[in-house]
């Protein structure tokens, strides 16, 4: 055992979210799985953590997770919150199956998954294995790829009977944050008139996410310049590298800028601006190229949440800025993508719209052009075996290979660079569903090969090859259930 780093019986929680008013939150115990054997635990979590990883081995480790080993200092509680879901607004949501159980280093952990909470509203609490996995997986794969989200430190599976349209069993995710506190969070006690704890909230949120403006005389207008410019740059990161949330109402939207609540989420398979991946979002509300748009939407909320708190002519002109500054991140990543030293809006913009008609119009797979263009030197052969037809795909390499005349750097500079911005590898449906499928028979190889791979997306993995292909016909493109 490392005597520098915690294990279960020494570390200390603390509670910070507890000091709010008492309408912010419901005390509540978890509810264990029957059951419960560790799947998977991530080292790299608990490094942050500073939890000696020689625990994962241990009983109290699996009760740990299950919520059925407090540690010290655990004071166990579900947040409140409300949002707008599917542009319509509910006063009252809040974590009907996630229970907080404390904090460390400055990392809230949270137990997805462990049982009914006063927020349950007709919910039973749980989670099944599959969306589990899902969210599990994915949390590293979007770390992987450098975007800010959530994380895990561990996955337990159980012989919990849980009803999902068919008996499916019970899992528990333990995610971490450095903050769950979510637009919905604020809308919450705005729509109540409650301005006294909007108050508390906002100064705690700012404490928690942007400690550096503790002590503005504008702190509240400040904080909502930070988030907007965070929420610009998430949804620039999404749209970067083909991921489509799925459920994107306030509810699940970070004050602290990060992917949340992991769902019926998809990355692109071919490139489809159009590609809707929840099944119940019949009008493509959240659809893949709409994101940009309702994260902006969904900021018009926030606004609306925080006007009693801040003049409002002030905070709209902040959210004027959101177009700018989602596309002056996206045009740099895409510059990235392409391996463009420089870019400008003027220059470059009709290059990447002509890129992504091109992909649409051949019903390419995203990520495997990306990763393609990044060993291109001249010839065109591996880039045209990707497409059916070849002249959409010859007229757009004549504007790249003139455009990247304007390039200073070696053409290897150029190649080494993209390979660190394209990654080789991402975490498709079809792939989870393998993974699921394995599981669901008690064998979670696939959920350990995928976790290799999310960890280091942009690596080659020579014995993973098959997962860096077309996703096979029959699964593309497909569309996911909420249920989970
Ligand atoms: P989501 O869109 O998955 O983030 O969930 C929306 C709301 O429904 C949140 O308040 C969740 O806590 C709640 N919820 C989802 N699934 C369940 C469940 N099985 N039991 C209780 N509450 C749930
Ligand atoms: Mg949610």
Same mark, same amino acid.
């Given at each position: 055992m490392n005597l520098n780093k915690l294990n279960l019986n020494t570390l200390k929680l603390t509670n910070p979210y507890l000091s709010l008013p008492t309408e912010c939150y419901d005390r509540v115990l978890p509810s264990p799985l029957v059951d419960a054997h560790l799947i998977h635990a991530n080292a790299s979590v608990a490094k942050m953590l500073e939890i000696d990883e020689s625990e994962f081995e241990t009983q109290t480790f699996v009760d740990f997770v299950n919520g059925a080993y407090q540690p010290m200092g655990s004071d166990t509680f579900a947040m409140c919150y409300a949002g707008h879901q599917f542009g319509y607004f509910v006063p009252r949501l809040g974590d009907g199956r996630a229970i907080n159980i404390g904090t460390l280093n400055g990392l809230h952990l949270q137990l997805k998954g462990a049982g009914e909470t006063k927020y349950s509203r007709s919910g039973d609490g749980r989670a099944v294995l599959r969306s589990s996995i899902r969210e599990y997986l994915m949390s590293e794969a979007m770390h992987g790829l450098g975007i800010e989200t959530t994380r895990a430190l561990a996955l337990i599976g159980s012989n919990h009977k849980v009803y999902r349209q068919t008996w499916e069993t019970g899992a528990i995710v333990l995610r971490v944050s450095p903050s769950w506190v979510r637009f919905g969070t604020f809308e919450y006690f705005a729509h109540k008139k409650r301005y006294s704890e909007l108050e508390a909230l906002a100064d705690y949120a700012i404490a928690e996410?942007?400690? @550096?403006?503790?002590? +503005?005389?504008h702190k509240y207008l400040l904080f909502f310049t930070e988030v907007v410019g965070k929420t610009a740059r998430l949804m620039a990161d999404w749209q970067s590298v083909g991921f489509a949330h799925g459920v994107m109402n306030t509810d699940n939207m970070s004050i602290h800028g990060l992917t949340i609540d992991y769902g019926p989420y998809a990355f692109l398979d071919?490139?489809?601006?159009?590609?809707?991946?929840? @099944?119940?979002d019949q009008g493509g509300r959240y659809s893949f190229g709409n994101q940009p748009n309702v994260g902006e939407w969904n900021l018009q909320a926030l606004m609306v949440a925080l006007s009693p708190l801040v003049n409002s002519d002030k905070l709209e002109k902040v959210l004027a800025q959101y177009p700018q500054l989602y596309t002056q991140r996206y045009l740099y990543l895409m510059g990235k993508k392409l391996g463009l030293e420089q870019v400008t809006q003027e220059k470059d913009l009709d290059l990447f719209t002509h890129l992504l008609g091109m992909l649409q119009g051949l019903t390419i797979d995203y990520t495997l052009f990306f990763r393609t263009l990044s060993h291109y030197e001249g010839d065109r052969k591996d880039l045209l075996n990707i497409g059916l037809y070849h002249k959409p795909m010859n007229d757009w390499l004549d504007s790249y290979d003139e455009r990247l005349k304007a390039n200073t750097i070696s053409t290897e500079e150029r190649l080494v660079s993209m390979r660190k911005h394209n990654p080789k590898y991402v975490l498709k449906n079809y792939m989870l569903q393998e993974a699921i499928d394995l599981a669901e028979k008690g064998d979670f190889s696939i959920v350990n090969d995928l976790f290799t791979i999310a960890q280091n997306?942009?690596? +080659?993995h020579k014995a993973f090859e098959r997962w860096a292909g077309v996703t096979p016909n029959a699964f593309k493109n497909q569309k996911l259930s909420c249920s989970s």
């Open positions: 996410s942007y400690p @550096h403006l503790m002590d +503005e005389p071919a490139y489809d601006f159009g590609y809707i991946c929840n @099944h119940t997306p942009y690596a +080659e």
